[in-house]
């Protein structure tokens, strides 16, 4: 069985996926990637179906040269460029296919899942060649790229509520003990 780079808190109750050498782009790949990371499995998909028919698009917030500015990804806070990376998309729903599978072989609700670990790493380039002017010969390498995800249930919402010490609120009962929050 293959090592994964993290380890689910509860392997009994999650699931596992992961490719190898898969021909698609690294740089197309890991930006969907990340644009799936932490949604729901039922989500996942519908999204990367949506990319797929072009009716949403994958914001590219890493590997972004030469990656054009399209009205779609104004939706998404801090992108200003996107593509639709069909193959990517394909890969990645298979994938997540996979994953399903898994988790109902497993006996876990699959409608609780959520992806909570997506990894996409370089593999060893492909190597071919192309045919230049004047009898030259230069290479025309692939990138391929191994994936690997983890499903696992929603987490319960802690247990800190508006109102208690944690979080923006800390602030405000400083502003409440004088000197703007500043120990004088």
Request: proline share 5%; charged share 30%.
């Amino acid at each position: 069985m293959p090592k994964y780079s993290v380890e689910p808190a509860d392997p009994s109750k999650s699931c596992k996926a992961r490719g190898s050498n898969l021909r698609v782009h690294y740089k197309n790949t890991h930006e969907t990637a990340e644009a799936i990371k932490g949604l729901t499995l039922q989500r996942a998909q519908r999204y990367l179906r949506d990319v797929i028919e072009r009716k949403d698009a994958i914001p590219f917030r890493k590997h972004m040269g030469g990656v054009g500015r399209k009205a779609q990804v104004k939706k998404y806070k801090g992108a200003t460029q996107c593509r639709w990376p069909v193959k990517s998309c394909k890969f990645l729903l298979d994938l997540l296919t996979n994953a399903e599978s898994n988790a109902e072989i497993n006996g876990l609700e699959v409608e609780s899942l959520v992806i909570t670990h997506i990894q996409v790493n370089r593999a060893p380039k492909m190597r071919r060649r192309t045919y230049r002017a004047h009898g030259r010969i230069n290479p025309y390498m692939s990138s391929p790229c191994h994936v690997e995800l983890i499903l696992s249930p929603k987490s319960e919402k802690g247990t800190v509520k508006k109102g208690d010490s944690a979080g923006s609120n800390a602030l405000s009962s400083r502003v409440k003990q004088g000197g703007g929050g500043f120990a004088e």
